[in-house]
Protein backbone atom coordinates (compact mmCIF):
# COMPACT_ATOMS: atom_id res chain seq x y z
CA UNK A 1 0.00 0.00 0.00
CA UNK A 2 1.57 3.71 -0.67
CA UNK A 3 -0.84 6.11 -1.39
CA UNK A 4 -2.81 8.39 -4.39
CA UNK A 5 -2.89 12.23 -4.41
CA UNK A 6 -6.55 13.83 -4.11
CA UNK A 7 -5.95 17.06 -3.58
CA UNK A 8 -3.30 19.93 -5.10
CA UNK A 9 -3.50 23.15 -4.37
CA UNK A 10 -1.06 26.13 -5.29
CA UNK A 11 -0.59 30.15 -4.64
CA UNK A 12 1.84 32.91 -5.68
CA UNK A 13 2.25 35.97 -4.79
CA UNK A 14 0.26 38.94 -7.05
CA UNK A 15 2.99 40.89 -7.72
CA UNK A 16 4.70 40.03 -10.96
CA UNK A 17 7.76 41.13 -12.37
CA UNK A 18 8.52 41.13 -15.70
CA UNK A 19 11.92 40.40 -17.44
CA UNK A 20 11.83 44.50 -18.65
CA UNK A 21 11.32 45.56 -15.42
CA UNK A 22 14.88 43.14 -14.48
CA UNK A 23 16.38 44.99 -16.83
CA UNK A 24 15.98 48.26 -15.51
CA UNK A 25 18.51 46.97 -12.50
CA UNK A 26 20.70 44.12 -13.95
CA UNK A 27 21.90 44.24 -17.54
CA UNK A 28 19.98 41.60 -19.05
CA UNK A 29 17.23 41.96 -21.70
CA UNK A 30 13.62 40.37 -22.02
CA UNK A 31 15.07 38.46 -25.27
CA UNK A 32 18.12 37.00 -23.33
CA UNK A 33 16.25 35.90 -20.84
CA UNK A 34 13.10 34.32 -23.17
CA UNK A 35 15.59 32.61 -25.48
CA UNK A 36 18.19 31.48 -22.38
CA UNK A 37 15.83 30.45 -19.93
CA UNK A 38 12.47 30.56 -21.08
CA UNK A 39 11.20 32.81 -18.39
CA UNK A 40 8.63 35.35 -18.91
CA UNK A 41 7.77 36.99 -15.61
CA UNK A 42 7.89 35.84 -12.00
CA UNK A 43 5.88 36.27 -8.86
CA UNK A 44 7.38 37.91 -6.01
CA UNK A 45 6.36 38.56 -2.58
CA UNK A 46 6.28 41.72 -1.00
CA UNK A 47 4.42 41.69 2.08
CA UNK A 48 4.21 37.91 2.31
CA UNK A 49 6.79 35.36 3.23
CA UNK A 50 7.63 31.53 2.81
CA UNK A 51 5.11 30.19 5.29
CA UNK A 52 2.36 32.46 3.72
CA UNK A 53 2.92 30.74 0.74
CA UNK A 54 2.75 27.66 2.18
CA UNK A 55 -0.43 28.00 3.98
CA UNK A 56 -2.38 29.32 1.42
CA UNK A 57 -1.57 26.50 -0.95
CA UNK A 58 -1.96 23.89 1.56
CA UNK A 59 -5.82 25.33 2.23
CA UNK A 60 -6.06 25.02 -1.55
CA UNK A 61 -5.21 21.89 -1.82
CA UNK A 62 -7.57 20.51 1.29
CA UNK A 63 -10.10 22.40 -0.13
CA UNK A 64 -9.02 20.58 -3.94
CA UNK A 65 -10.45 17.35 -2.15
CA UNK A 66 -12.95 18.05 0.39
CA UNK A 67 -10.11 17.53 3.43
CA UNK A 68 -10.54 18.86 6.68
CA UNK A 69 -7.02 19.98 8.50
CA UNK A 70 -8.30 17.33 11.49
CA UNK A 71 -7.73 14.22 9.30
CA UNK A 72 -4.59 14.89 8.30
CA UNK A 73 -2.14 12.55 10.08
CA UNK A 74 1.50 13.65 8.57
CA UNK A 75 2.61 17.20 7.01
CA UNK A 76 5.85 17.38 5.25
CA UNK A 77 7.17 21.04 3.92
CA UNK A 78 10.24 21.93 2.16
CA UNK A 79 11.89 24.99 1.88
CA UNK A 80 15.33 26.60 1.01
CA UNK A 81 13.88 30.17 1.63
CA UNK A 82 12.13 29.52 5.12
CA UNK A 83 11.12 32.12 7.36
CA UNK A 84 12.93 30.81 10.07
CA UNK A 85 15.10 27.63 11.13
CA UNK A 86 12.81 26.47 13.48
CA UNK A 87 9.95 26.22 14.30
CA UNK A 88 10.16 24.39 10.24
CA UNK A 89 7.78 25.87 7.53
CA UNK A 90 5.82 22.56 8.53
CA UNK A 91 5.14 23.50 12.26
CA UNK A 92 3.76 26.53 11.09
CA UNK A 93 1.81 25.33 8.73
CA UNK A 94 0.18 23.09 11.06
CA UNK A 95 -0.80 25.83 13.49
CA UNK A 96 -2.38 27.87 10.77
CA UNK A 97 -4.15 25.58 9.28
CA UNK A 98 -5.34 24.50 12.41
CA UNK A 99 -4.55 20.85 12.03
CA UNK A 100 -3.18 18.16 15.05
CA UNK A 101 -0.53 15.79 13.39
CA UNK A 102 3.08 15.30 13.81
CA UNK A 103 5.59 17.71 10.91
CA UNK A 104 8.23 17.84 10.19
CA UNK A 105 10.88 19.50 7.25
CA UNK A 106 13.08 18.06 4.57
CA UNK A 107 15.84 19.67 3.11
CA UNK A 108 16.50 18.39 -0.84
CA UNK A 109 16.34 21.51 -2.53
CA UNK A 110 14.59 21.22 -6.18
CA UNK A 111 14.40 17.79 -5.87
CA UNK A 112 12.54 17.75 -2.81
CA UNK A 113 8.81 17.22 -3.87
CA UNK A 114 9.78 13.94 -4.91
CA UNK A 115 11.87 12.96 -1.69
CA UNK A 116 8.91 13.89 0.03
CA UNK A 117 6.54 11.89 -1.54
CA UNK A 118 9.11 8.97 -1.08
CA UNK A 119 9.93 9.53 2.59
CA UNK A 120 5.22 9.72 2.88
CA UNK A 121 5.17 6.52 1.20
CA UNK A 122 7.41 5.24 3.88
CA UNK A 123 4.89 6.03 6.40
CA UNK A 124 1.48 5.05 4.43
CA UNK A 125 3.56 1.17 4.24
CA UNK A 126 3.81 1.01 7.47
CA UNK A 127 0.28 1.86 7.90
CA UNK A 128 1.07 4.86 10.05
CA UNK A 129 -1.06 7.72 8.50
CA UNK A 130 -3.83 7.32 6.19
CA UNK A 131 -3.75 11.29 5.07
CA UNK A 132 -0.67 13.42 4.51
CA UNK A 133 -0.02 17.06 3.03
CA UNK A 134 2.88 17.58 1.35
CA UNK A 135 4.04 21.38 0.78
CA UNK A 136 7.22 22.73 -1.32
CA UNK A 137 7.08 26.64 -0.46
CA UNK A 138 9.85 28.86 -1.91
CA UNK A 139 10.48 33.14 -1.09
CA UNK A 140 13.57 32.54 -3.33
CA UNK A 141 13.62 36.54 -4.04
CA UNK A 142 15.03 36.43 -0.15
CA UNK A 143 17.82 34.19 -1.27
CA UNK A 144 18.68 35.40 -4.93
CA UNK A 145 21.53 38.01 -5.22
CA UNK A 146 19.47 40.72 -7.46
CA UNK A 147 22.63 42.48 -8.32
CA UNK A 148 23.85 39.02 -10.02
CA UNK A 149 22.63 38.64 -13.35
CA UNK A 150 22.82 35.11 -13.71
CA UNK A 151 20.73 33.97 -11.35
CA UNK A 152 18.57 36.75 -10.24
CA UNK A 153 16.53 36.08 -13.80
CA UNK A 154 16.31 32.87 -13.22
CA UNK A 155 13.73 32.25 -9.71
CA UNK A 156 10.66 32.82 -8.13
CA UNK A 157 8.39 32.51 -5.03
CA UNK A 158 5.61 30.32 -4.91
CA UNK A 159 4.03 27.20 -3.21
CA UNK A 160 2.71 24.42 -4.40
CA UNK A 161 0.72 21.63 -1.99
CA UNK A 162 -0.64 17.76 -2.26
CA UNK A 163 -3.09 15.73 -0.40
CA UNK A 164 -1.91 12.05 -0.11
CA UNK A 165 -4.48 9.43 0.73
CA UNK A 166 -3.94 5.36 1.28
CA UNK A 167 -3.95 4.12 -2.47
CA UNK A 168 -1.75 2.63 -4.96
CA UNK A 169 -0.88 5.62 -6.99
CA UNK A 170 3.05 5.71 -5.91
CA UNK A 171 4.51 3.22 -8.32
CA UNK A 172 8.41 4.21 -8.04
CA UNK A 173 11.09 6.43 -7.93
CA UNK A 174 14.63 7.06 -8.28
CA UNK A 175 16.80 9.13 -5.43
CA UNK A 176 20.39 10.36 -6.24
CA UNK A 177 22.86 12.60 -4.52
CA UNK A 178 26.12 13.52 -5.54
CA UNK A 179 26.80 15.76 -2.60
CA UNK A 180 29.23 18.34 -3.03
CA UNK A 181 28.65 22.69 -2.33
CA UNK A 182 31.09 23.81 -5.66
CA UNK A 183 28.31 23.95 -8.07
CA UNK A 184 25.34 25.24 -6.16
CA UNK A 185 25.56 26.75 -2.81
CA UNK A 186 23.01 28.60 -0.13
CA UNK A 187 25.33 29.56 2.82
CA UNK A 188 23.71 30.36 5.90
CA UNK A 189 24.36 33.54 8.00
CA UNK A 190 27.51 32.36 9.91
CA UNK A 191 27.03 33.98 13.12
CA UNK A 192 28.91 36.14 15.31
CA UNK A 193 31.12 34.01 17.25
CA UNK A 194 34.08 36.01 18.75
CA UNK A 195 35.77 32.08 18.69
CA UNK A 196 35.12 32.04 14.97
CA UNK A 197 38.05 31.99 12.25
CA UNK A 198 35.52 31.21 9.40
CA UNK A 199 35.08 33.96 6.86
CA UNK A 200 31.53 34.75 6.11
CA UNK A 201 29.88 33.99 2.70
CA UNK A 202 27.04 36.33 1.14
CA UNK A 203 23.94 34.36 2.33
CA UNK A 204 22.85 34.44 -2.00
CA UNK A 205 22.34 31.78 -4.02
CA UNK A 206 25.68 30.47 -5.55
CA UNK A 207 24.91 28.75 -8.92
CA UNK A 208 27.72 27.24 -11.53
CA UNK A 209 24.90 27.81 -14.48
CA UNK A 210 27.06 25.62 -17.17
CA UNK A 211 27.56 22.79 -14.66
CA UNK A 212 24.32 23.30 -13.19
CA UNK A 213 22.65 22.46 -16.75
CA UNK A 214 24.74 19.79 -17.97
CA UNK A 215 24.21 17.90 -14.30
CA UNK A 216 20.32 18.49 -15.11
CA UNK A 217 19.83 16.87 -18.54
CA UNK A 218 22.06 13.65 -17.53
CA UNK A 219 19.63 13.25 -14.42
CA UNK A 220 16.67 13.63 -16.34
CA UNK A 221 17.63 11.40 -18.77
CA UNK A 222 19.03 8.75 -16.76
CA UNK A 223 16.28 8.81 -14.03
CA UNK A 224 13.49 8.60 -17.05
CA UNK A 225 15.28 6.01 -18.54
CA UNK A 226 15.64 3.74 -15.52
CA UNK A 227 12.27 4.12 -14.23
CA UNK A 228 10.81 3.09 -17.29
CA UNK A 229 13.29 -0.25 -18.32
CA UNK A 230 12.72 -1.20 -14.68
CA UNK A 231 9.15 -0.90 -14.59
CA UNK A 232 8.75 -2.27 -18.47
CA UNK A 233 7.14 1.01 -19.64
CA UNK A 234 7.71 2.99 -23.15
CA UNK A 235 7.74 6.64 -23.02
CA UNK A 236 3.90 5.51 -25.11
CA UNK A 237 2.77 4.45 -21.58
CA UNK A 238 3.60 7.86 -19.69
CA UNK A 239 0.62 10.17 -20.36
CA UNK A 240 2.95 13.48 -18.84
CA UNK A 241 6.30 14.26 -17.53
CA UNK A 242 6.29 17.32 -15.16
CA UNK A 243 9.71 18.03 -14.91
CA UNK A 244 11.25 20.52 -12.39
CA UNK A 245 11.30 24.30 -13.81
CA UNK A 246 14.67 25.30 -13.83
CA UNK A 247 15.25 25.99 -17.78
CA UNK A 248 13.60 25.58 -21.22
CA UNK A 249 16.17 24.52 -22.71
CA UNK A 250 17.32 22.08 -20.02
CA UNK A 251 13.64 20.23 -21.02
CA UNK A 252 14.02 20.62 -24.68
CA UNK A 253 17.39 18.77 -24.66
CA UNK A 254 16.67 16.04 -22.25
CA UNK A 255 13.22 15.20 -24.40
CA UNK A 256 15.89 15.58 -27.82
CA UNK A 257 18.43 12.95 -25.84
CA UNK A 258 15.02 10.53 -24.66
CA UNK A 259 13.30 10.47 -28.03
CA UNK A 260 9.90 12.03 -25.99
CA UNK A 261 8.11 14.64 -28.27
CA UNK A 262 8.33 17.55 -26.32
CA UNK A 263 4.97 18.38 -25.85
CA UNK A 264 5.02 15.13 -23.31
CA UNK A 265 6.86 17.70 -21.37
CA UNK A 266 4.74 20.16 -19.03
CA UNK A 267 5.90 23.88 -18.98
CA UNK A 268 5.16 26.89 -17.27
CA UNK A 269 8.35 28.23 -16.50
CA UNK A 270 7.36 30.86 -18.50
CA UNK A 271 4.78 32.18 -15.67
CA UNK A 272 6.96 31.62 -12.48
CA UNK A 273 10.74 31.30 -13.16
CA UNK A 274 12.43 28.15 -10.93
CA UNK A 275 10.48 28.03 -7.86
CA UNK A 276 12.54 25.07 -6.60
CA UNK A 277 10.46 22.93 -4.46
CA UNK A 278 7.34 24.34 -5.33
CA UNK A 279 7.80 24.19 -8.92
CA UNK A 280 6.12 20.27 -9.66
CA UNK A 281 3.67 20.82 -7.09
CA UNK A 282 2.51 24.41 -9.04
CA UNK A 283 2.74 22.52 -12.12
CA UNK A 284 0.22 19.34 -10.75
CA UNK A 285 -2.25 21.48 -9.52
CA UNK A 286 -2.45 23.71 -12.57
CA UNK A 287 -2.59 20.03 -14.78
CA UNK A 288 -5.35 18.39 -12.85
CA UNK A 289 -7.41 22.14 -12.40
CA UNK A 290 -7.49 22.01 -15.80
CA UNK A 291 -8.82 18.64 -16.39
CA UNK A 292 -5.48 17.74 -18.00
CA UNK A 293 -5.27 14.36 -15.38
CA UNK A 294 -7.38 11.36 -15.86
CA UNK A 295 -7.18 8.64 -13.17
CA UNK A 296 -4.83 5.97 -14.06
CA UNK A 297 -2.79 8.52 -15.98
CA UNK A 298 0.99 7.75 -15.17
CA UNK A 299 2.70 10.63 -14.42
CA UNK A 300 6.74 10.64 -14.16
CA UNK A 301 7.93 13.77 -11.91
CA UNK A 302 11.71 14.68 -12.37
CA UNK A 303 13.37 17.08 -10.36
CA UNK A 304 16.95 18.09 -9.87
CA UNK A 305 18.99 20.60 -7.51
CA UNK A 306 21.24 21.79 -4.93
CA UNK A 307 23.05 18.73 -2.69
CA UNK A 308 23.66 18.33 -5.42
CA UNK A 309 20.91 15.61 -5.88
CA UNK A 310 18.14 14.26 -8.22
CA UNK A 311 15.17 12.36 -7.21
CA UNK A 312 12.21 11.29 -10.09
CA UNK A 313 9.23 8.81 -9.57
CA UNK A 314 6.08 7.49 -11.34
CA UNK A 315 2.54 8.36 -10.10
CA UNK A 316 -0.80 6.55 -10.74
CA UNK A 317 -3.41 9.65 -11.41
N1 LIG B 1 21.35 38.52 -19.35
C1 LIG B 1 22.21 38.75 -20.37
N2 LIG B 1 23.38 38.10 -20.50
C2 LIG B 1 23.68 37.18 -19.57
C3 LIG B 1 22.85 36.89 -18.49
C4 LIG B 1 21.64 37.61 -18.39
N3 LIG B 1 20.76 37.41 -17.42
N4 LIG B 1 23.41 35.92 -17.73
C5 LIG B 1 24.58 35.62 -18.33
N5 LIG B 1 24.75 36.39 -19.42
C6 LIG B 1 25.86 36.40 -20.36
C7 LIG B 1 27.15 35.93 -19.75
O1 LIG B 1 27.83 36.95 -19.07
C8 LIG B 1 27.91 35.47 -20.98
O2 LIG B 1 28.44 36.60 -21.63
P1 LIG B 1 29.87 36.52 -22.35
O3 LIG B 1 29.72 35.50 -23.45
O4 LIG B 1 30.06 37.91 -22.84
O5 LIG B 1 30.83 36.11 -21.30
C9 LIG B 1 26.81 34.90 -21.87
O6 LIG B 1 25.58 35.48 -21.41
C10 LIG B 1 26.71 33.40 -21.81
O7 LIG B 1 26.79 33.03 -20.44
P2 LIG B 1 26.59 31.55 -19.97
O8 LIG B 1 26.77 31.46 -18.49
O9 LIG B 1 27.39 30.67 -20.85
O10 LIG B 1 25.04 31.40 -20.32
P3 LIG B 1 24.19 30.10 -20.41
O11 LIG B 1 23.68 29.94 -21.76
O12 LIG B 1 24.88 28.93 -19.77
O13 LIG B 1 22.96 30.49 -19.49
C11 LIG B 1 22.08 30.03 -17.35
C12 LIG B 1 23.15 30.76 -18.13
C13 LIG B 1 22.32 30.29 -15.86
C14 LIG B 1 20.73 30.56 -17.75
C15 LIG B 1 22.15 28.52 -17.68
O14 LIG B 1 23.48 28.07 -17.54
C16 LIG B 1 21.27 27.69 -16.80
O15 LIG B 1 20.05 27.79 -16.85
N6 LIG B 1 21.84 26.78 -16.00
C17 LIG B 1 21.08 25.93 -15.15
C18 LIG B 1 20.49 26.70 -14.03
C19 LIG B 1 19.57 25.88 -13.21
O16 LIG B 1 18.96 24.99 -13.67
N7 LIG B 1 19.49 26.25 -11.94
C20 LIG B 1 18.60 25.70 -11.01
C21 LIG B 1 19.00 24.39 -10.58
S1 LIG B 1 17.70 23.73 -9.63
Request: glycine share 8%; charged share 25%; net charge negative.
Amino acid sequence: MSFSIIGTGMYVPPKIVTNDELSKFVDTSDEWIRQRVGVERRHICTDETATDLACKAAINALENCGCAPGELDLIIAATVSGDMASPSVSCMVQRRIGAECFAFDINAACAAFVFMLDTAAGFFKRGRVKKALIVGAEQMSKIVNWEDRGTCVIFGDGAGAAVLEAGDGYVDSVLTTKGGDEVIRIPHFIGKSPFSTIRPQEPYIFMEGQETFKYAVNAMCSDIRKLLEDNNLTADDIALIVPHQANKRIIDLAAARLKIPTEKFYVNIQEYGNTSSASIPIALDELNRSGRLKRGDLIVLTAFGGGLSNASCIIKW
